[in-house]
Structure formats: C-alpha cells, structure tokens
C-alpha cells in the first residue's frame, strides 16, 4: 500500500492568515491526489482533485500543487468556515489510502 | 443535481449481519464508481473498497478483504455495503463516495451524508 503523511497534524492559525498543508506519499503517484475537507459531525467535502484542479463550486482561496510525492494544500485568507480538518488521498494505485488528517484550529 | 442518499443508523449485537445502502441519483448509476470509507470514532478516513456498477468490477482494500462485501443493484441504483459477523470493533460512521466517471482512475468527488453503525452487547 502507498503510505500517505500529512503535516503538520494540527495547526492553529488566525482569521486572515494563510496556511499550508503538506502531503507525502511513500511513492510515485503522478498527480492522482485529492483533497478533502471535513467539519465535526458533517461528511467530507472533496476541495481538490489531480493535485492542483478545484472541484465545481470550491472557491479559489484554496490551491493546491506537487507531483510524484509531495504535495501541498494552501488555504488564503482563513474565514471561521475553513476552521475544520483535511485529508489527502492518493488515487493512483489500489488500495486509494488517505493521510491521516490535519486539524486547522482557530488560534 | 447528484445525490448519494445512505440508509439510516443501525444499532446492533455482536455477531449480527448487517447490510447498508447508498442510492444514487442524478447520474447515470452504471458509469461511475461507488466507494465506501469508514470513519472510526474520533479518528481518520479509510478506504475500504469500490465498485463499479456497469459490471460489478470490485476492488477491496487489503485491510477490509474478506471483512465486508461490497455490492450494487444498477436496477435500483444503490449500492450496498454487508457484513456478515459484526464486532464491536466495527463501530463507526460509513460513508459511500462516487468516484468520477469512466473506469480509469478517479477522484472522489460526491459523498454520502454517512450512516453511523454502533455494535454493542
């Protein structure tokens, strides 16, 4: 299985900032990596798809970029509602694992 | 407008067999593959396994082969999820995703609102 890291694994930021998270995978995936968001108690929302392309209706505060094994998630002007935590996964080889979740809290 | 509707919680004993759904709707049901993803207490996402409609095609992870099946009825557009001994260790939130279009490689990009499974004596 193609291991994926996330870090840092919690982050705390202010409303305004911007913020990065990083995503490594144990190997090669071209870019078959997305990125998801997930608020307590709510199911994900997929942010992210091939690295760097925002799905329909995601706004573009959020950006992502890499290839091969690093990747990062870059979020701009943080607003209460990105308050929440996010997940990388890699969809290049069964089994389509995922990080293991970073938590961006309000500082 | 694409949906992935999933049946309600469940709440049963060790040992019992369970299966949930995930309808699908706004889409063509056979041309996209449907995964599921289960979501331990507190913890992180993991990927079980998918299916692909059009012709049951079925991928498990390694760490849920054998644990549960995964399944489909294109008739009715919903997929299934089944498992046939739970244990307590299966308790957490179950979501279905649908993978994007075409067998090839893609990305998740619709969830399911989650159905949650508690297993206790």
């Known amino acids: 299985d193609i291991q994926m890291t996330q870090s840092p694994s919690s982050l705390s930021a202010s409303v305004g900032d911007r913020v990065t998270i990083t995503c490594r995978a144990s190997?090669?995936?071209?870019?078959?990596l997305a990125w998801f968001q997930q608020k307590p108690g709510k199911a994900p929302k997929s942010l992210i798809y091939a690295a760097s392309s925002l799905q329909s209706g995601v706004p573009s505060k959020f950006s992502g970029s890499g290839s091969g094994t690093d990747f990062t998630l870059t979020i701009s002007s943080l607003q209460p509602e990105d308050f929440a935590t996010y997940y990388c996964q890699q969809y290049n080889s069964y089994p389509f694992t995922f990080g293991q979740g970073t938590r961006l809290e309000i500082k | 407008e694409v949906q992935l509707v999933q049946s309600g919680a469940e709440v049963k004993k060790p040992g019992e067999s369970l299966k949930i759904s995930c309808k699908g709707s706004?889409?063509?049901?056979?041309?996209?593959?449907i995964g599921w993803v289960r979501q331990m207490p507190g913890k992180g996402l993991e990927w079980m396994g998918i299916?692909?409609?059009?012709?049951?095609?079925?991928r498990y992870s390694p760490s849920f082969q054998g644990q549960v099946t995964i399944s489909a009825d294109k008739s009715i557009s919903t997929a299934y999820l089944q498992w046939s001994s739970l244990k307590a260790s299966d308790t957490a939130m179950y979501y279905c995703a649908r993978f994007g279009g075409g067998k090839r490689r893609n990305p998740i990009d619709y969830w399911g609102q989650g159905t949650l499974v508690t297993v206790s004596s």
């Open positions: 706004g889409y063509s049901f056979t041309s996209y593959w």
């Open positions: 190997q090669g995936i071209s870019n078959y």
């Open positions: 299916i692909y409609p059009g012709d049951s095609d079925t």
